[in-house]
């Protein structure tokens, strides 16, 4: 005779249990995150999650939630937790905190879990956005800071983490209209302020394309180009 003994793996006892040693939570800074920027962190943490699983099966979700406007990623390990909120900080220029609960004793030991909090910045890639009292588009954030291209003169600057918190939005994406282009020149076009319907003279970079309608933004009764 052959008996027969059903068992579930290491592994999956623990997925089915809800096991996790941290949370990893998202969150924007508002009430509500962006639904376009959360599904990119959401699927970058499902994504590393994945790549560490295939070299470590311990390595899961047990669950996901939504909590205030955010995710909430209940982990298995720490350290991978750890990891991920790095590097989605590095990749959206968000701030992280980590906190720690205790939940009991092993062998005599205090046990914690951990909780990594990454809060995105109020600004996203594409704001118009001020620094040192000048407009600028934020035209990319990564590890290093971020670039922004002037509204003034289309030169690139470079600027570091830690002055990227002193920048303040000024507009976002829709805020930026289209204007009808009504004639062109050498390094300038003239177009019709969708605001005002005033015809307004605007400088453009360098080999730019003018097509028949460019991106412009209003700031205090000035237009500027967004290239």
């Known amino acids: 005779m052959v008996r027969l003994k059903n068992t579930v793996c290491h592994r999956c006892s623990r997925q089915l249990g809800n096991y996790y040693e941290a949370i990893l939570q998202l969150r924007g800074s508002n009430k509500d995150m962006d639904k376009g920027v959360r599904d990119a962190m959401m699927n970058r943490v499902l994504d590393k999650v994945e790549a560490a699983a295939v070299n470590n099966r311990q390595m899961f979700i047990s669950k996901v939630q939504e909590m205030h406007g955010g995710l909430d990623f209940y982990m298995s390990s720490m350290s991978l937790s750890k990891g991920i909120a790095r590097d989605l900080s590095h990749e959206f220029g968000a701030e992280v905190k980590e906190s720690s609960t205790l939940v009991g004793k092993?062998?005599?030991?205090?046990m914690y879990r951990l909780t990594y909090l990454v809060r995105l910045p109020p600004y996203k890639l594409g704001d118009v956005v001020e620094h040192q009292g000048k407009p600028y588009h934020l035209v990319q954030i990564n590890k290093q800071g971020g670039k922004l291209l002037s509204l003034n003169d289309f030169r690139i600057t470079s600027?570091?983490?830690?002055?990227?918190?002193?920048?303040?939005?000024?507009?976002?994406?829709?805020?930026?209209?289209?204007?009808?282009?009504?004639a062109r020149y050498d390094g300038e076009v003239q177009v019709l302020n969708p605001f005002t319907y005033a015809t307004v003279a605007l400088r453009v970079p360098q080999g730019y394309d003018v097509g028949e309608t460019v991106r412009v933004f209003s700031l205090e009764g000035d237009l500027f180009l967004i290239p």
Do not use: Y
């Open 159 to 182: 600027i570091r983490p830690m002055e990227m918190h002193s920048i303040k939005v000024l507009g976002t994406e829709k805020d930026i209209a289209d204007a009808v282009v009504v």
């Open 106 to 110: 092993k062998d005599g030991d205090d």
